[in-house]
């Protein structure tokens, strides 16, 4: 048997719980590489799994600062739709 548990609380999960990722420069003090405005970069990231509380209170942050620059900057927030169409099917 399995067992997985989160990476951010510990607590033990039913599944995989939902996968999480960030670049690696993101632990690192001053990254060593940056691009030509010098805003760190890197090729590799951290992969880790989160329960359902954890990842909610993660992305719900990121969520937030996301939509902060995006008003800051004059950029208009872009909600998800979801359409759905119904084809009828002929069955004989």
Do not use: W
């Amino acid at each position: 048997m399995i067992k997985y548990f989160c990476d951010a609380c510990g607590m033990e999960m039913k599944n995989r719980g939902k996968e999480f990722s960030y670049l690696c420069h993101l632990d690192e003090i001053k990254p060593s590489y940056g691009d030509a405005d010098g805003n760190g970069i890197s090729g590799r990231s951290i992969e880790s799994n989160l329960c359902n509380a954890c990842y909610n209170i993660i992305m719900g942050e990121a969520v937030k600062k996301f939509k902060k620059l995006q008003k800051a900057n004059g950029i208009p927030s872009v909600k998800q739709e979801f359409k759905f169409s119904i084809t009828p099917i002929n069955v004989k």
